[in-house]
């Protein structure tokens, strides 16, 4: 089965683009899912608020509205990176649709996190974090390459749970440099990339 391509950021063509409504519109229209940031905002008197925006302090749109927009358009998969813990627990207990997971922030171990659902994700960097056990609820693991390429090892692959789906992290995603062989070899183990080019994928694999 090919890999579903996630647009990290939408389909954006300048960084301004990012992580708006138009870029994760235009994703959906192609047929590729969406990967956005998710920041939460605390107003005194007001419930816990959380929008689309990568950085702290920024405004944004609202993160429930905007994802049912881009599932409404054809996205097959949402992948809502949630900064922060009080993030991911509201997109984690509001969002229930099938079509969406949501990371679970950096720095934050995966057992400390309160309420777990089925489409969460853990993030994990290398060999070692395959062995961890992992709360009930996380349904996917993102395979990033900040650590050398112990992803691309066929070891690595066989160590993870048969229940759980694969997500990697496109080398440029991270500031690596994608090659050849990185598209024969996603094609073959993940079961979604996240990529800045998905253009690129796309011509790799349909060739």
């Not at 300048?14 to 905002?41: F, K, M, S, Y």
């Not at 679970?104 to 961890?132: L, Y």
């Not at 183990?189 to 790799?204: F, N, S």
Request: glycine fraction near 8%.
């Amino acid at each position: 089965m090919t890999p579903i391509i996630i647009c990290h950021r939408g389909l954006w063509r300048v960084p301004e683009e990012q992580n708006t409504l138009n870029a994760c519109l235009a994703a959906a229209a192609r047929g590729w899912g969406v990967e956005i940031d998710a920041q939460h905002l605390v107003r005194q008197g007001w419930p816990v608020e959380v929008i689309v925006a990568h950085d702290a302090g920024t405004g944004g749109p609202a993160l429930g509205s905007f994802v049912e927009r881009v599932l409404a358009a054809g996205a097959p998969l949402v992948l809502v990176d949630a900064k922060t813990r009080e993030a991911f627990a509201e997109a984690a207990e509001h969002l229930r649709d099938d079509r969406v997971i949501v990371r679970i922030p950096n720095g934050i171990a995966a057992h400390d996190i309160v309420h777990p659902t089925r489409g969460t994700v853990a993030s994990v960097f290398g060999t070692e974090d395959v062995d961890h056990d992992r709360p009930v609820g996380v349904s996917h693991l993102l395979a990033d390459h900040h650590r050398g390429e112990d992803w691309r090892t066929e070891d690595t692959l066989a160590r993870v749970p048969s229940d759980l789906a694969v997500i990697c992290n496109s080398p440029e995603v991270v500031g690596g440099h994608l090659d050849l062989p990185w598209y024969a070899w996603h094609w073959r183990y993940a079961d979604a990339v996240m990529t800045d080019r998905p253009e690129e994928y796309e011509r790799a694999w349909r060739g």
